[in-house]
């Protein structure tokens, strides 16, 4: 398995807080099964746009300190997770240090309150760029839907689901298990912030809730492996094949409380 989406550079952000910390995390990862990895350390597109020499150097020392601790059996990559609280200028979405990789997609969210309209906007500009967009989380999103993902996709986005959040009896949680049930999602990674968030749960998940239709085994294979290989190798994502996940009826009665 394949995590684009990680918070395992110690101190420069909200995620671990030590090297000690980052190389268990990526011990129990490799026990897991994951072989790469990359590094997205949080970064606000308005410090980008002032000057992101400062915010890479950062990020490419703190790599460099990492790798000759972690496990040989992990590659670790470079990457950001970019909350666009502005729009990014023409020469940041130029600059591939600063996405997925070295790749021409890049890792991106939104404040927590943004609106549809405006989130449609954002993705289609980083998409007229060549560039493909890769939404982390989207189902953390009140304009999350169906529907809205569809138009998201529509504009050159592609969807991030957090593995952990699949599993939780919430409104969230019922939002990313629709986005995968739909054939939705593109990539499933752990966010993890030095804590034992993994893609193993995710697989647990949805092999024991969605488990004996033959899709499964073949979607996840696209969500954990295949499309984050192409998005390291800068190759096109492939489409995932939609599934039955059977909503239990906790899950009901807590989205209707939540909701």
């Given amino acids: 398995m394949i995590d684009i989406h990680s918070h395992l550079l110690p101190g420069l952000d ?50 460099e300190r990492l790798k000759p601790m972690a496990p040989p059996a992990i590659a670790l990559h470079p990457g950001f997770e970019i909350l666009l609280d502005q ?25 927590a309150m943004m609106v549809g ?32 993902v569809r138009v998201w996709r529509e504009v050159g986005a592609r969807m991030q689901v957090d593995a952990q959040t699949l599993s939780r009896p919430t409104s969230r949680g019922y939002q990313a298990r629709q986005l995968v049930a739909a054939g939705l999602a593109d990539v499933i990674a752990a966010d993890n912030h030095g804590d034992g968030r993994s893609l193993r749960s995710a697989v647990e998940f949805l092999r024991g809730r969605a488990g004996g239709q033959g899709v499964v085994e073949q979607a996840l294979q696209l969500l954990t492996r295949i499309n984050p290989l192409a998005i390291t190798e800068d190759w096109d994502l492939a489409p995932v094949p939609e599934m039955v996940v059977p909503e239990r009826w906790v899950e009901r009665v807590r989205r209707f409380l939540d909701g």
């Fill in 14 to 63: 909200d995620g671990s807080r030590s090297p000690g910390q980052s190389v268990a995390v990526l011990r129990q990862m490799a026990a897991d099964g994951v072989t790469d990895m990359i590094m997205t350390p949080h970064l606000n597109a308005s410090e980008i746009n002032a000057d992101p020499e400062p915010a890479i150097a950062r990020r490419d020392a703190a790599l």
């Fill in 117 to 148: 309209e405006l989130m449609t906007g954002a993705l289609r500009e980083i998409s007229r760029a060549d560039l493909v967009p890769v939404l982390a989380h989207p189902e953390r999103y009140q304009a999350c839907s169906p529907g809205a």
């Fill in 87 to 111: 729009p990014l200028t023409p020469l940041a979405l130029g600059d591939r240090r600063l996405s997925l990789a070295g790749s021409r997609y890049y890792l991106v969210e939104f404040p």
